[in-house]
T-cell receptor, first 115, second 110 residues
Framework: GAVVSQHPSWVICKSGTSVKIECRSL??????MFWYRQFPKQSLMLMAT?????????EQGVEKDKFLINHASLTLSTLTVTSAHPEDSSFYIC???????????FGPGTRLTVT | RKEVEQDPGPFNVPEGATVAFNCTYS??????FFWYRQDCRKEPKLLMS???SGNEDGRFTAQLNRASQYISLLIRDSKLSDSATYLC???????????FGSGTRLLVRP
């Protein structure tokens, strides 16, 4: 099946710093990628839809100036958590839409801890 | 009302047991339905899509009841390796944005 990678797999940063997370589709081109966040013992919550070459569409309640998404190529989307705070500590997961539109392939996730 | 609701469990069953999970969704116009499996601290992985006619994949059977707006997953002959959280997932408006239920945790004991 299709492979999606994320980097880094985990990161610890200090409050106030920014962190960039990369999501890559390794063996297919993904015009659409999705970014999710998952807090402990909760389900995945969609943060934004990232379309190659255009601005991301954010879900209600997600601050677009805090979570910057760039989808500059068909195989790479990045999420930058700006001025991170401890409450941003979470598991961030991306997914890429496959050839068949209803299929999504998930990256392995990035665990962010803000101290 | 949550868009996708599941019983969080945990369901604690012995090996070999049959276990069933249900899930309800709020948007009657939803078109696509899935069951995903998520292991602890890992990404979710697609277990199976759910079709109107019902579908089976080995020990797993998924069914959709559009009139009642619920989806079910039946696992027969449970294995220890089936222990995980099972996520009910719905594409609410055919925009390919997936809405995840909070998951049902399954523990299969020896």
């Amino acid at each position: 099946g299709a492979v999606v990678s994320q980097h880094p797999s985990w990161v610890i940063c200090k409050s106030g710093t920014s962190v960039k997370i990369e999501c890559r589709s390794l063996d297919f081109q993904a015009t659409t990628m999705f970014w999710y966040r998952q807090f402990p013992k909760q389900s995945l919550m969609l943060m934004a839809t990232s379309n190659e070459g255009s601005k991301a569409t954010y879900e209600q309640g997600v601050e677009k100036d805090k979570f910057l998404i760039n989808h500059a190529s068909l195989t790479l989307s990045t999420l930058t958590v700006t001025s991170a705070h401890p409450e941003d500590s979470s598991f961030y997961i991306c997914s890429a839409r496959g050839v068949r539109a209803y299929e999504q392939y998930f990256g392995p996730g990035t665990r962010l801890t803000v101290t | 009302r949550k868009e996708v609701e599941q019983d969080p469990g945990p369901f604690n069953v012995p090996e070999g047991a049959t276990v069933a999970f249900n899930c309800t969704y709020s948007n009657s116009a939803s078109q696509s339905f899935f069951w995903y499996r998520q292991d602890c601290r890992k990404e979710p992985k697609l277990l199976m899509s759910v079709y109107s006619s019902g579908n089976e994949d080995g020990r797993f059977t998924a069914q959709l009841n559009r009139a009642s707006q619920y989806i079910s997953l039946l696992i027969r002959d449970s294995k220890l390796s089936d222990s995980a959280t099972y996520l009910c997932v719905v594409d609410m408006d055919s925009s390919y944005k997936l809405i995840f239920g909070s998951g049902t945790r399954l523990l299969v004991r020896p």
